[in-house]
């Protein structure tokens, strides 16, 4: 691939515009990981619900992601991108200004932040519209990227919290959403296609067909363990290897960069040897991280002398015990695969379903959200039955394995019909 046929190929300032409005939104949508910390410890939660209220903006985004979809193809994504962005900002204002005082404000919070995620149904489908067949994975390598902002999330979130109290982040956070809106509304454009009205029928038609539904399953496998772990990894440290809430988050943030920076090297990857066979190879290394990841011990509890004054206190980032630096090296792994994963999966999709991509990209979406709100939902069910995280890493470990057997059934009817007149290796 030429850089300068790429740049030339389609419109780089909504390229640009796509990953910023991702990113900032992402790092919205997933702010509850690491500030739960904070605000459950001053509510008095137990550890099952903590997991849950981390889990309930992934499910609210899933939801969202199809009418928002629906909203983009029918008004445009700009419009639609512009709107949604400001739902959420009002959302942070109101709680920087008021507070939360209850589970249930949590709760309806975590709902809001649903919008945020949801962006995914304007982003993508905006950067891919302007992009020929043979760029879809960079491009929605590079568009997806955008969930980057986990990584912000889990290095700057807990810091302001135990420096300003963990109110003024959601002011915080405003700002960055305020300039990127500005940029996405001055730069970005809505490519030439003429776009159809898009009804439920649409939805319906399209869940009809197969493939619709292995591309979300394997989505819920790729995306879902990416988002999942980047809103439970802060609880599952903390309680785990008895962390404190920074060293937490810095070891959230090691482990998602990989899943966000590999995302592009994903979409790349599949361009070259086809989204099948990337896919399969990345499973494979999902499977065997989660699946070590199930056998390690709990950390040693800090002596005090060794415990950070935090106000979640624990182990301080320079004390770690060895097998916490083990467990973030292992789900470094599986985050870069998970990552790469992303990218192999929306390098088939924009080829098979080229008209429907806004369609699609709600339908993927949701998928992935729905799979990440089990993933954290498990961990927390799994704490409440065993005092432990095997039993739910286990059952995430298996998944991966299915989706090999997935791959290997529609492999060969994929690459003889479809993907014969693509334009792109499948």
Known sequence: MKFKEFRQAGHWPTLLSAFLYFDVSFMVWVMLGPLALYITQ??????????????????SGAILRIP???LADHFGPKRTGVLAQALVIAGLVYVFFFGLHSKLEVELLGLLLGVAGASFSVALPQASRWYPPQYQGIVMGIAGAGNMGVVLDSMIVPWLAETFGWQSVFGFLTLPLLLVLIIYAVLVKDAPEKRRPVTWKNYTALMADADTWWFMFFYSITFGGFVGLGNALPLYFTNWYH?????????????????????????LIADRIGGIKALQILFVIVSLSYLTISFLPEGPLPAAAQATDSKVAGWALGDLPRVAWVAVAIFFVGAMALGMGNGSVFQLVPLRFRGEIGVMTGLVGAAGGIGGFFLAKALGLSWDLQHGFAAGFSVFAGLPLLGLIGLTWVKRRWRTTWGAVSGARV
């Not at 008095?44 to 889990?55: C, D, Q, R």
């Not at 809430?245 to 592009?264: E, K, L």
């Open 68 to 70: 928002l979809g629906m």
């Open 243 to 267: 962390v404190s809430g920074i060293a937490a988050g810095m070891m959230s943030a090691i482990v998602v960069f990989g899943g966000s920076m590999f995302r592009p090297l994903g979409g």
């Open 42 to 59: 001053e509510l008095g939660l137990p550890v099952g619900e903590k997991f849950t209220i981390v889990a309930i903006p992934i499910l």
